[in-house]
């Protein structure tokens, strides 16, 4: 079964800095990788997604992630944040081969971006 | 791009009525839809796969007599929760999967419940 961690339950960054947030997979087959944003009280958006090719990955908004293998590893980045990128952050994995467009997720970084 | 809309999207109910909860596809067809449980400040736990024309897939220690699934339509699917109580206050969100190939789910806004 597969299992995702996100390594930091709350980033606080201040704005125009560099951020990484960090996840990490557990899965014994190859699995789809994806990172969503939650602002407060709303629904889930696609920042981006790895089913193949190219490690990295661009998104929305900014973001890109890096796939790796060998580190079972999915970390957002994005060069300079702003007040509006303020939000949650999951981590989230799919098994296409065995359990279809399931999603399991990370338990969310809270990303909080001051002034 | 793909819209989902869900209904309503809070709703207080007392203990021991069953409150509805609408998921539609606005511009999209979908086989495939999600339900997901959200509790505060937690992430969102699987609740049931919706398939269009048959019975829902429901996850492991979630009650499927509690929780009513019906996808009726490729733009539409509802999840019944039967004699609330208040643990069952949360957040829930749905998603509709538009093409399996694209791996992509496209996530409603949510629906708060709050059983008093």
């Known amino acids: 079964a597969q299992s995702v961690t996100q390594l930091d339950s709350q980033v606080p960054v201040f704005e125009e800095a560099p951020v990484e947030l960090r996840c990490n997979y557990s899965?014994?087959?190859?699995?789809?990788l994806f990172w969503y944003v939650q602002y407060p009280n709303q629904g889930l958006q696609l920042l981006l997604k790895?089913?193949?090719?190219?490690?990295l990955v661009k998104g929305i908004n900014g973001f890109e992630a890096e796939f790796n293998k060998s580190q079972t590893s999915f970390h957002l980045r994005k060069p300079s944040v702003h007040i509006s990128d303020t939000a949650e952050y999951f981590c989230?994995?799919?098994?296409?081969?065995?359990?279809?467009?399931?999603?399991?997720f990370g338990q969310g970084t809270e990303l909080s971006v001051k002034p | 791009g793909a819209v989902v809309s869900q209904h309503p999207s809070w709703v207080i109910c007392k203990s021991g009525t069953s409150v509805k909860i609408e998921c539609r596809s606005l511009?999209?067809?979908?086989?495939?839809m999600f339900w997901y449980r959200q509790f505060p400040k937690q992430s969102l736990m699987l609740m049931a796969t919706?398939?269009?024309?048959?019975?829902?897939?429901?996850e492991q220690g979630v009650e499927k007599d509690k929780f009513l699934i019906n996808h009726a339509s490729l733009t539409l699917s509802t999840l019944t929760v039967t004699s609330a109580h208040p643990e069952d206050s949360s957040f829930y969100i749905c998603?509709?999967?538009?093409?399996?190939?694209?791996?992509?789910?496209?996530f409603g806004p949510g629906t708060r419940l709050t059983v008093t």
């Open positions: 998603s509709a999967e538009p093409d399996r190939r694209s791996y992509e789910q496209y």
């Open positions: 899965s014994s087959v190859s699995v789809y």
């Open positions: 790895y089913l193949s090719g190219s490690t």
């Open positions: 989230a994995v799919s098994d296409p081969y065995n359990q279809g467009g399931k999603l399991i």
């Open positions: 511009d999209f067809q979908a086989t495939t």
């Open positions: 919706s398939n269009e024309g048959s019975k829902a897939t429901y």
